[in-house]
């Protein structure tokens, strides 16, 4: 046996001279992502305080509250309804981060604060947010990158398969209607959800962090959830107008929900408000619980997020 079929059992810091070892070991080795683990979660989450306080200020002068106070139902029962809705996305969410880190209570603000930002800054940097609120405020083994990332993507494929399924209950309503959509459109529509659910679960490992069971876990909490806000809406707007029957409002949010997911469908809420005429009558009215219900979110949204944005600058204050 020749010397060139003997591998090394020395490693190369060995033969290689000693002030050449570390410069090499600094070109082989990558560069970490972010040089220190929380330097930026330190200043995100003010930055967050800071745009919505700023989103508040801007659009606060578009929502007349005693006009709308004056319009929208006094009953005990039409707030707490109205208020569980409201609260529906954080409080499932805080379920499932509570079941995967066992994060405290005090985690709802935050998970408040990831909602906000989605609806009134940005899609998805409310995920970043929480992101970097969870490796400041979590111990956990791993980055909670992977669990942030994978419960959001089970949560649009969650929303897609109750699309789907309720398109299908619904299906011979809306082709009676006649809608202004096209059949290529829609089919087209229908093929990006299923292919939008169908890619990650075949990729499976190659896109999902967490494990079989967990991921499991949070797509079947988000199932509940969607199903549980369809309800609501439904009750809700039977709560506004109750000489309608409680079953047509859910047919109602079923069209709603299906509406609001199909991707290439334009005029999303021209069309709805003709169905909800069609199908319950009094266009009037049906125009004015509509217009009142997204008036009131908004105005919710902008209230809650000066609250969280207020309390996020005072609280960094404080610390420093």
């Known amino acids: 046996m020749s010397s060139v079929d003997i591998a090394p059992t020395h490693p190369i810091d060995t033969a290689l001279p000693q002030w050449k070892a570390p410069a090499v070991r600094e070109r082989l080795l990558p560069a970490p992502l972010v040089a220190s683990g929380?330097?930026?979660t330190a200043w995100f989450g003010p930055v967050i305080s800071f745009a919505l306080l700023?989103?508040?200020?801007?659009?606060?002068?578009s929502v007349d509250?005693?006009?709308l106070l004056a319009l929208v139902p006094k009953t005990?029962?039409?707030?707490s309804?109205?208020?569980l809705t409201y609260s529906l996305t954080p409080l499932f969410?805080?379920?499932i981060f509570h079941r995967l880190w066992s994060i405290p209570a005090g985690g709802l603000a935050a998970l408040f604060r990831k909602r906000l930002s989605n609806e009134l800054l940005l899609g998805y940097v409310?995920?970043?947010y929480f992101y970097a609120w969870a490796r400041s405020h979590v111990r956990m083994a791993g980055s909670p990158f992977g669990a942030v990332k994978d419960s959001a993507i089970l949560s649009g494929i969650m929303g897609n398969v109750v699309t789907l399924a309720m398109l299908a209950l619904t299906f011979p309503l809306l082709s009676s209607l006649r809608l202004a959509i096209n059949g290529q459109t829609l089919g087209i529509s229908l093929a990006i959800l299923v292919l939008a659910s169908l890619i990650p679960m075949l990729l499976g490992r190659r896109i999902f962090s967490l494990p079989a069971r967990e991921r499991r876990m949070v797509a079947s909490v988000h199932f509940v959830r969607i199903f549980t806000n369809l309800l609501l809406y439904a009750w809700l707007w039977h709560l506004m107008l109750?000489?309608?029957?409680?079953?047509?409002?859910?047919?109602?949010?079923?069209?709603?929900?299906v509406l609001s997911r199909l991707p290439l469908v334009p005029n999303k809420d021209v069309l709805f408000a003709g169905v909800a005429t069609f199908l319950v009558g009094r266009e009037g009215e049906i125009a004015e619980i509509l217009a009142l219900l997204a008036s009131l979110l908004l105005a919710t949204h902008l209230l809650v997020g000066l609250l969280l944005g207020a309390s996020g600058v005072i609280r960094r204050r404080m610390a420093l």
């Open 242 to 257: 109750p000489d309608v029957a409680l079953s047509w409002w859910v047919m109602l949010s079923t069209v709603r929900l």
């Open 81 to 83: 309804v109205f208020v």
């Open 65 to 67: 509250f005693t006009s």
């Open 93 to 95: 969410d805080w379920f």
């Open 76 to 79: 005990v029962m039409f707030w």
């Open 54 to 61: 700023a989103v508040v200020f801007v659009q606060l002068g």
């Open 38 to 40: 929380r330097n930026w």
């Open 126 to 128: 409310g995920d970043v």
